[in-house]
């Protein structure tokens, strides 16, 4: 079978697809790429319409090869690329000789970046999905984050590259990130101090920021909540714990919780903080949820004109 | 969308919200991709643009009065836990004894003569929060969690009691270990507990616990 040979792995790659449903109450997280765009913009550049797996890679320092003759496309957080040595552009799709060297190294914006291979990963899929949930040891290869010596199975290629995406690139992030937000059940019973410190503050994102959540300080958003009967946690979720630092929670989230939770970040946003550094300004504007509905329509429009 | 019962938790409670999830899972087959119940909560996820939310409120409001009248509820069985409760495999037991000045049979007995009904689901695959604890073992959660409970661990926290199913960190006190396996992804379904289940924790031999693989 053809196959990706990692020399190294750099230090959180993981096979991931757009993740799994049906599972959360089973204590599974959805996982999945955490920049869903970028990895939808790799399957359609590479004419993969089955939800192909590719590699995510938080701080890219990849170096792999290939056994066969492929293509490859790289999304996401911008990258520099060699191929056997030679720099090549990194936002274009390249033919891959077998035998041939890949070298794959992070820039200074963004976090996460997509190995596309044509064919797409094809390790076994776990409740119908490829994504690697790594706290449940669970999909991907081996339910872990990839080593230096692992090889990972690539499908047969069934579909011709179909055109470079530039639209998809990574935006650089303005000095501050806006996300907008939806007002959960629990937002009244915040105090109004509180309320006020999440619209007002202009947050940072900390170093503990990883698949599971993205940690913010600069505010203290004490809830003046007691206790709270633990409850199913949603992607986007503001979760504040009693320190006050209010934890954005993505992909790998436990399943539920019980920290009080003001409202949820809007899904396209949850893309950005995901792809936003420590020491990222972030700010929080409300909005109904019939505007996130309408967000959310424009955005299902743009994924599907290029999985069609 | 989340549907929130303002009572304390209790069985009824959480089998009205098992009738309003089974009814929810056939009314919007095709377009709910998830659903999760909390002690008092039940929230329903769809896939994205397929839900009115004026029509999922009103259909879930329709439901609750509904479904308060179901009384047709057939308990299943208990499922029962072998649980080898001794310090050289649970930590915090001394402790706990000496803390609410019991014996550790006192304990073990308090522990294992009590039905526990299962809440909730989640944390990690196969986790299951069981309720309610005799008071007399109520206990906070450790201020600061361990960084590693070792899979298996029968623990307690408040007025909860739970089996670790994989090696985690966690808060809980650690009273024991069930060599039983909770989560097996070659099992249909993978959890052994479910919520609505009833569950007894069983106390076992040292010789019965590693017969049974129980090592960790």
């Known amino acids: 079978m053809s196959a990706l040979k990692i020399g190294q792995a750099g230090i959180a790659t993981s096979v991931q697809d757009s993740g799994r449903a049906g599972t959360l109450q089973l204590g599974i997280p959805p996982s999945g790429a955490m920049d869903p765009y970028a990895l939808v913009s790799g399957q359609y550049q590479l004419g993969h319409t089955h939800d192909e797996a590719a590699l995510e890679m938080a701080y890219a320092d990849l170096i792999a090869t290939s056994t066969h003759d492929c293509h490859i496309v790289i999304t996401g957080a911008p990258v520099t690329l060699t191929i056997d040595d030679q720099g090549v552009d990194p936002r274009t799709i390249h033919a891959i000789n077998a035998g041939q060297t890949l070298r794959i190294r992070a820039t200074t914006m963004g976090i996460y970046s997509y190995l596309h291979i044509s064919g797409g990963i094809a390790t076994e899929p776990v409740f119908q999905s490829r994504s690697t949930s790594p706290r449940e040891v669970l999909g991907g290869l081996e339910g872990r984050y990839l080593r230096d010596g692992d090889t990972l199975p690539i499908g047969p290629t069934q579909s011709a590259p179909v055109r470079d995406d530039p639209l998809l690139e990574l935006s650089p992030p303005g000095s501050t990130l806006t996300l907008r937000f939806v007002p959960g059940f629990q937002h009244d019973d915040f105090s109004p101090t509180a309320i006020s410190a999440l619209l007002e503050t202009e947050f940072s994102v900390t170093p503990s920021a990883n698949r599971m959540g993205v940690k913010l300080s600069g505010g203290d958003l004490h809830s003046g909540i007691e206790s709270l009967l633990s409850e199913a946690t949603c992607y986007g979720a503001i979760q504040v714990p009693p320190d006050g630092a209010p934890i954005v929670l993505l992909n790998d989230r436990q399943t539920v919780g019980g920290y009080p939770k003001p409202g949820a970040v809007i899904s396209s946003d949850c893309a950005r903080l995901a792809q936003a550094r420590p020491g990222q300004k972030i700010r929080f504007v409300s909005r109904s949820a019939a505007e996130a509905d309408r967000i959310q329509w424009l955005e299902r429009h743009y994924v599907e004109t290029r999985l069609q | 969308m989340r549907l929130v019962l303002e009572a304390d938790p209790a069985p009824e409670l959480t089998r009205t919200l098992l009738a309003i999830e089974k009814s929810a899972q056939r009314h919007f087959?095709?377009?709910?991709?998830?659903?999760?119940?909390?002690?008092?909560?039940?929230?329903?996820?769809?896939?994205?643009?397929?839900?009115?939310?004026?029509?999922?409120?009103?259909?879930?409001?329709?439901?609750?009065?509904?479904?308060?009248?179901?009384?047709?509820?057939?308990?299943?069985?208990?499922?029962?836990?072998?649980v080898l409760y001794h310090p050289s495999v649970a930590p915090d037991l001394e402790w706990l004894a000496d803390e609410k000045g019991l014996s550790i049979d006192d304990v073990i007995a308090l522990h294992s003569e009590t039905t526990y009904f299962a809440y909730a689901t989640g944390f990690a695959p196969g986790f299951c929060y069981l309720g309610t604890?005799?008071?007399?073992?109520?206990?906070?959660?450790?201020?600061?969690?361990?960084?590693?409970?070792?899979?298996?661990?029968?623990?307690?926290?408040?007025?909860?009691?739970?089996?670790?199913?994989?090696?985690?960190?966690?808060?809980?006190?650690?009273?024991?270990?069930?060599?039983?396996?909770?989560?097996?992804?070659?099992?249909?379904?993978?959890?052994?507990?479910s919520v609505g289940d009833t569950v007894r924790f069983e106390p076992m031999s040292e010789a019965d616990f590693y017969a049974m693989g129980g090592a960790r």
């Not at chain 2, 709910?32 to 002690?39: E, K, N």
């Not at chain 2, 298996?152 to 199913?165: E, N």
């Open chain 2, 29 to 82: 087959n095709g377009s709910l991709t998830d659903s999760v119940i909390g002690y008092a909560t039940l929230t329903l996820f769809f896939k994205p643009l397929q839900f009115q939310r004026d029509r999922v409120e009103a259909w879930l409001l329709e439901q609750v009065d509904l479904t308060k009248s179901d009384t047709h509820y057939d308990p299943s069985a208990a499922v029962i836990l072998p």
């Open chain 2, 133 to 193: 604890l005799p008071h007399q073992l109520v206990t906070p959660r450790l201020a600061t969690p361990r960084n590693k409970v070792p899979a298996g661990s029968v623990a307690i926290a408040d007025l909860q009691t739970a089996v670790y199913p994989c090696e985690s960190p966690g808060g809980w006190r650690l009273i024991g270990q069930c060599p039983q396996p909770l989560f097996d992804l070659n099992n249909t379904p993978a959890n052994l507990l």
